[in-house]
Nanobody, 125 residues
Framework: QVQLVESGGGLVQAGGSLRLSCAAS????????MGWFRQAPGKEREFVAA????????PYPNSVKGRFTISRDNAKNTVYLQMNSLKPEDTAVYYC??????????????????WGQGTQVTVSS
């Protein structure tokens, strides 16, 4: 398993942008599928974005499509989530996720093997 540490959350006005980062431990980062999930108060954790260990991304959910982009830099052991045109409904704790080594993309919580501690994103109207 990998250890994950998120950063980059904060308070932003509607229409603004944030970039979340997730630093992973270990020398085998490039072989892990990575993803981002979010959880708003009183709601279930939901899938936001995923990127395969080979570099391919999964279709984004409609709620973030066209606004969020996931990317990875294997040389830095880091996965990013660029969030543009933020809306108040994007307010949540955002979690970085890693799947199983050489496994399927992290498109559901059942496919996640490791979680970060979460970072708060708050979008004001």
């Amino acid at each position: 398993q990998v250890q994950l540490v998120e950063s980059g959350g904060g308070l932003v006005q509607a229409g603004g942008s944030l970039r979340l980062s997730c630093a992973a431990s270990g020398r085998t980062f490039s072989s892990y599928p990575m993803g981002w999930f979010r959880q708003a108060p009183g709601k279930e954790r939901e899938f936001v974005a995923a990127i395969h260990w080979s570099g391919g991304s999964t279709p984004y959910p409609n709620s973030v499509k066209g606004r969020f982009t996931i990317s990875r830099d294997n040389a830095k052991n880091t996965v990013y989530l660029q969030m543009n045109s933020l809306k108040p409904e994007d307010t949540a704790v955002y979690y970085c996720a890693a799947g199983r080594r050489y496994g399927s993309n992290c498109v559901s919580v059942e496919l996640v093997a490791s979680w970060g501690q979460g970072t708060q994103v708050t979008v004001s109207s």
